[in-house]
Nanobody
Framework: VQLQASGGGLVQAGESLRLSCSASGSILAINYMAWYRQAPGKQRELVASIYSGGTISYGDSVKGRFTISRENAKNTVYLQMNSLKREDTAVYYC?????????WGQGTLVTVSS
């Protein structure tokens, strides 16, 4: 499985961005996809996750501002990020699970300026 993340960039605080993660290769039975992020000097943290059955969860810091969604026909998961804050600045990584195997995308940088 290969994961290709895109959509990062530089925005002002309060603005929005949408990240995309497209899966290719052996995508059958990918039952879990998620976004993580890692800010400079900090540990990687879960931002949002979505199971193939539709169960969604969010990290506390993004609840009410970020929305994860999945388009199965395109094997793509999205992260809509609204009301961005400076503390959302990080490299965002796409993550997928297929059984006990996990896969990571290359990361896309989101920078929020005040």
């Amino acid at each position: 499985v290969q994961l290709q993340a895109s959509g990062g960039g530089l925005v002002q605080a309060g603005e929005s961005l949408r990240l995309s993660c497209s899966a290719s290769g052996s995508i059958l039975a990918i039952n879990y996809m998620a976004w993580y992020r890692q800010a400079p000097g900090k540990q990687r943290e879960l931002v949002a996750s979505i199971y193939s059955g539709g169960t969604i969860s969010y990290g506390d810091s993004v609840k009410g501002r970020f929305t994860i969604s999945r388009e199965n026909a395109k094997n793509t998961v999205y992260l809509q990020m609204n009301s961005l804050k400076r503390e959302d600045t990080a490299v965002y990584y796409c993550h997928a699970m297929r059984g006990f195997n996990e896969y990571w995308g290359q990361g896309t940088l989101v920078t929020v300026s005040s």
